[in-house]
């Protein structure tokens, strides 16, 4: 679906016309337009409070990267960087910044701050640099996950990044920044770097003022980047159009065999996606008693085993309760949720997952906000998000399970609402416009990446931080 107004505000003549309303123009968000682009490029200014214990971590991760790398006149950071991560971090002064630079990134490691009054060291590095971020510009907070803390004083210090970031995406947005929080429990330091590649990164443009969660995890293998999913085999439901055709082309891109998977009255549309990526197709209705077996015994037989399963199989049947049919309830629920649940209980019992197998589910704002007339999809939503964070405390042999919850995303689904309630909510957000299928799609391709081993049990709302739900 196009977005009109998106388009012409963009154009010579719409722009001065915009500007003499004062109306909001969204930008042309920067996209990953191929697989081998650095994740960041430009200046990245870094700095930390005393005692962080991300700093060299942050630093290994942008040392990878094409971006110049400046602290605020830090002699320690820059001696912990040049040392202990080998990366070449140049000083930076305050009064050297003029108003015509910009920066493409600010990374602050918060992982010190201990007390509320050191929440000032925050303010210190924030406040004369926030006007230089550049368009499409990148804000991350790294920190200490708040449940983790050994004083309730720490855990109000760092549980303040939370809304002090929200805030700030809320500020920028309308330049096309973005601004999260990568949380880490003590000890996982080592895992921030595919949560801090994805953060920086253009996969991210529509996903803005989140917090992710890195726990501990097991070591794994040196990543490619580029094709971080080579030789892995995933299994994505509801792939014959929209956000599962996306889903399945990102991780085809990324690698992996992807076996495309929606009802054989899409068997036309599911064969064209498979033909265009390389993969296969397993058309059949998951809500038949037999399909989680099925596609167990399909995986075993073919592949030996399944690396990623993504559940972006999905309807909406909207009424308003009193004036919903039974059959609209029970439909939804059993698509939307209790078929995921089926065919990972086969998964499970099988044992078709392979070690760090990868479970990501697809959520939605609906499920965090609820919304008029879809209590049907806002609980099953909602039901998602609840699964998604009691399976992850109990799954076993590196195996991830994550949920991603897009907001207003521009497909066909979208362009069935009526005018006046689709624009609204394409400019409820702070980027003041709709998102693309790709932006889930590269949401999902982030929790599958091996490298994302200490991602598990989040939700992450792809929805250009919308301003109903939290």
């Not at 406040?127 to 708040?146: D, F, S, Y």
């Not at 996903?207 to 299994?235: E, F, H, I, R």
């Not at 399909?291 to 993504?310: L, N, Y």
Request: glycine share 8%; charged share 20%.
């Amino acid at each position: 679906m196009s977005d009109l107004y998106h388009k012409v505000s963009n154009s010579p003549v719409g722009r001065s016309v915009v500007s003499a309303l004062n109306l909001p123009a969204p930008v042309i968000l920067e996209r990953q337009t191929r697989s081998n682009a650095p994740f960041i490029e430009g200046e990245v200014l870094i700095s930390a409070a005393p005692n962080s214990t991300a700093i060299e971590a942050i630093c290994t991760v942008l040392g990878a990267s094409t971006a110049s790398l400046y602290a605020l006149d830090s002699k320690a950071l820059i001696a912990t960087a040049d040392i202990k991560s080998k990366t070449k971090v140049c000083s930076l002064k305050v009064d050297a910044i003029d108003e015509k630079r910009r920066f493409k990134g600010l990374v602050f490691d918060a992982t010190g701050i201990t007390t509320t009054e050191e929440l000032k060291t925050v303010y210190e590095f924030f406040h004369p640099v926030i006007r230089n971020v550049g368009k499409c510009g990148r804000i991350v907070i790294v920190g200490t996950q708040p449940s983790s803390c050994a004083t309730p004083a720490m855990a109000a210090s760092q549980k303040a990044l939370e809304g002090f970031i929200r805030s700030i995406a809320k500020e920028v947005g309308k330049k096309g920044i973005t601004a999260h929080v990568i949380y880490s429990v003590p000890g996982a330091e080592s895992h921030i770097e595919s949560p801090l590649r994805f953060c920086l990164s253009p996969r991210s443009a529509y996903v803005s003022g989140q917090t992710l969660s890195v726990s501990k995890a097991a070591k794994t293998k040196a990543t490619d980047w580029n094709t971080p999913l080579s030789g892995k085999v995933a299994l994505v439901t509801g792939a014959s159009r929209g956000i599962g055709e996306a889903i399945a082309k990102t991780l085809a891109r990324d690698g992996a065999h992807v076996v495309c998977l929606d009802v054989p009255q899409a068997k036309d549309a599911l064969n064209a996606v498979a033909t265009d990526i390389g993969g296969s197709t397993l058309p059949l209705d998951i809500t038949s008693p037999d399909a989680p077996q099925i596609i167990s015994e399909h995986f075993k037989k073919e592949f030996g085993g399944m690396d990623i399963v993504v559940h972006n199989a999905g309807i909406t049947r909207d009424k308003t309760l009193g004036r919903m049919p039974e059959q609209f309830w029970d439909l939804l629920i059993d698509i939307n949720l209790s078929s995921e649940e089926r065919i990972n209980d086969a998964l499970f019992e099988d044992e078709v997952f392979n070690k760090n197998a990868r479970i990501v589910c697809v959520s939605s704002i609906s499920g965090i906000a609820g919304n008029v007339g879809q209590s049907n999809y806002a609980a099953s939503k909602s039901g998602v998000i609840g699964y998604v964070e009691s399976l992850s405390k109990q799954l076993k042999g590196g195996i991830t399970i994550n949920a991603v919850a897009p907001g207003f995303i521009e497909t066909q689904m979208t362009a069935a609402i009526p005018f006046m309630i689709r624009e609204a909510g394409r400019r409820m957000n702070s980027l003041n416009q709709g998102g693309q299928p790709g932006d889930v799609a590269e949401a999902i391709a982030f929790f599958a990446n091996p490298a994302s081993q200490g991602m598990n049990g989040n939700i992450l709302r792809v929805c250009g931080q919308s301003l109903i739900g939290k």
